[in-house]
Every structure is written in C-alpha cells, then in structure tokens.
C-alpha cells in the first residue's frame, strides 16, 4: 500500500505518516516545509521544523520537499497511490487575516489541487477541514457557566448551519474546501471525505498563540513562561487527541463512506482553556502565570462534535480522555525541552 500524507511533517500529517510506515506501506511525507507559522511561536524555528522531519526520515518515510499549489508535481506523486490524506494547510485565523493570498492559495487552491488528484485518479482521500467552519454566531447560543461556556444540547452535529457570524479570511478557505469536497462527492461520486476537525493535542505539536492552545498550555507550563488567554478563558471544546484522529483517518479508508464528518471527542472530552491549564498544573504540581487579553476576531467560544454519523458509517469514536492525553503530552515536552527555549526570554 502507498500512502500520500499532504503536510507530511506537520503535527498531524507526522503521526499519519508515522502509522501507515509503522504497518508496513511506502509513505510519502508531501511538505514544503514552511517556516512561516513556526516563526511566530518564539521557539528555534530550526529545530522545531526538522524535529518532525528528521524522526521521520528515521522510520523510513520519504519526504518530498514540494508544495500542494503545484499541480503538476502533486499529480505525480498521487497517481502511484491507493490513499491520499490531506493535511497540508495554513492553519490559523490570525495569520489569515494578516495573510489572506497565503491562506487562499494555501487552502482553497491547494485542496483544489488534491481534489483533482482524487478524481483523474479515483483515489480514496480525506481532508482535514475545521469545526471553525460552523462560524461563531455560536457564542449566542452559550450560557456562561463557573469554568467554561455551557451550550444545550451540548454536541452539535453537521446539520447545523455552516459559516454563521462574523467570518476572517480562515473561515472562507476551510469552508470553500470542505464544500468542494461535498460538491465533488456529489458530482464524481468519489470515495472521499471532509472531517471537520475540533482541536487536536499530542506530541510533535508546536503549538502557539496562534494555533495548537493544548500544546501551547502544556509548553509554556512546563518551561515556566507566562501564558495568554484572549478572552475569559471559559471557551470550550471537545478536544481529541492525535491517535483518535488518525483512527479516524483508518476508518475512513476501511469503509470508504464518502461525506463530510464531524470529528471530535464530543462531550467527553469537553475543557475549557482554564480547566486545561489548571488539568496541567496538577500534572506539573506547579502554578502557571497567566495573562488575560481582549477576546480576538472570530473566536470561537463553543464546540463540542455530535460524531454519530462517524460512529454509524465509518465505526469510529474517540478513546483517549484528556487527562491521559494531556499527561503524554505534557511527558513528550519535558523530554522535548531544548526545542521550545526562547531567546531574548
Ligand atoms: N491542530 C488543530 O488543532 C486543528 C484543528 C482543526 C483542524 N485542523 C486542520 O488539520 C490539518 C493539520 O493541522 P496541523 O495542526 O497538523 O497543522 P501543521 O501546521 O502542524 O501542519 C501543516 C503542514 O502543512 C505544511 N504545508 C503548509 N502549506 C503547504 C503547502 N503549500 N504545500 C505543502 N505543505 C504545506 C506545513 O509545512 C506543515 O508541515 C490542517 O488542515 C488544519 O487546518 C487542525
């Protein structure tokens, strides 16, 4: 079996890469490995970026150093495989609103890009979109509980509108993708899907202010630096953990029930910002130094994943409950510490 792993050496595409090798496919790691998210966390962009890398090489995956706009050269890696997972993004609302030719080139163009691949070339593929694509006119329908936001019901599932409230550039690219992924099930009849993912933690996450709050919480707990909360801190969500995704990942393949999926813990592993960090102080057996700033543009106060439709057609649900994932990430950075030293503090 050949497995394509779009942004490969990310966090994400670093864990896919590492299962698919570990069972014995030829796996390619599509990267272009830009440092441009990396920069904006404070750490050693170097290290951190050939972190990923270089224990991939280890294992025995191939890296192809190529970018997902370049038609052409992803073409020629995909047609030779029987399963294409799209990872590749630029992820965070902040830079897409700093950057919006990069976040629509990134995201539109480039999943358009892979969605062609999985046509001329019927491969089964999934596509990591974002449960930010729901919009956050969700804050309306919130309660402000003690420690976190409170919404009833509490999971929400994928017939709840879509791109509600005040949108960032973010919002438009992830929703355009996951809505070509569903105009080309409908069209081609592809063996495909769109996971809307909720937020994701675990090891090999450079998570910063911009994007990855798990990991950034458990980073700047363990080396001793402030950390920021924008907003109360009450915002809520049904974290999972990067072994359940790529479970998610393998049950798409083994089914092939094309569509788009909610993809999250659901209310089991529903935490707050706050919750986190205090789940992390107890793991470290030390305070952490917080900060609060004004809330940002579209934020998203509130999600926790109504997963029935992936529970009935692909057969999978989240496993790992935060504080056994927390506690292995937390773990991952103490061995990990020389990667996240800031320089000038
Ligand atoms: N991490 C989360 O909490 C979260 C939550 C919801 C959705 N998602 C989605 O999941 C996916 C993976 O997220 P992640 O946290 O692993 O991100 P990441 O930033 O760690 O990894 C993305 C990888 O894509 C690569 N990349 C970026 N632009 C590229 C391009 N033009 N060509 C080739 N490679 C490119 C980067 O170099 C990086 O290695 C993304 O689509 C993201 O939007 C993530």
């Given at each position: 079996m050949k497995v394509l792993v779009t942004g490969g050496c990310g966090f994400a595409g670093s864990h896919v890469c590492e299962h698919y090798k570990k069972n014995g496919a030829k796996v390619y790691a599509y990267d272009?490995?830009?440092k441009f998210e990396l920069?904006?966390?404070?750490?050693s962009t170097e290290k951190a970026r050939f972190h990923n890398l270089d224990y991939l090489k280890s294992i025995g995956v191939e890296i192809i150093k190529e970018d997902i706009r370049d038609a052409k050269t992803l073409e020629s890696y995909a047609k030779k495989s029987d399963f294409l997972i799209h990872t590749a993004a630029q992820p965070a609302m902040t830079i897409s609103w700093e950057d919006p030719e990069l976040d629509f080139t990134t995201n539109v163009v480039g999943t358009f890009n892979v969605l062609e691949c999985a046509r001329k070339f019927r491969i089964p593929t999934v596509s990591c979109a974002t449960?930010?694509?729901?919009?956050?006119?969700i804050k309306d329908e919130v309660k402000e509980g003690k420690t976190r936001y409170i919404r009833r019901p509490v999971e929400i599932d994928e017939n709840h509108p879509l791109v509600e409230g005040m949108l960032t550039p973010l919002h438009a690219s992830k929703h355009a993708a996951d809505l070509y992924f569903k105009t080309y099930i409908d069209t081609?009849?592809?063996p495909i899907a769109s996971f809307r993912l909720t937020g994701l933690y675990g090891s090999r996450q450079f998570g910063g202010e911009d994007h990855g709050w798990v990991a950034n919480f458990a980073i700047r707990s363990v080396m001793g630096y402030p950390l920021t909360i924008f907003?109360?801190?009450?915002?809520?969500r049904d974290i999972l953990h990067v072994s359940d995704l790529v479970r998610s990942f393998d049950a798409f393949y083994k089914t092939q029930k094309a569509g788009v999926y909610n993809i999250g813990g659901g209310k089991q592993t529903l935490i707050s910002l706050i919750e986190c960090i205090h789940m992390i102080e107890d793991i470290l057996g030390k305070k952490s130094e917080i900060k609060y700033q004004p809330s940002r543009m579209g934020d998203l106060v509130y999600f926790a994943c109504d997963t029935t439709k992936a529970k009935k057609r692909l057969r999978w649900s989240a496993k790992v409950m935060p504080r056994q994932g927390i506690e292995e990430l937390v773990d991952w950075v103490q061995k990990n510490t020389s990667l996240f030293e800031i320089k000038n503090g």
């Open positions: 272009n490995l830009t920069r904006r966390t404070g750490y449960i930010h694509i729901y919009g956050n006119k081609y009849k592809l907003g109360t801190g009450k915002q809520a």
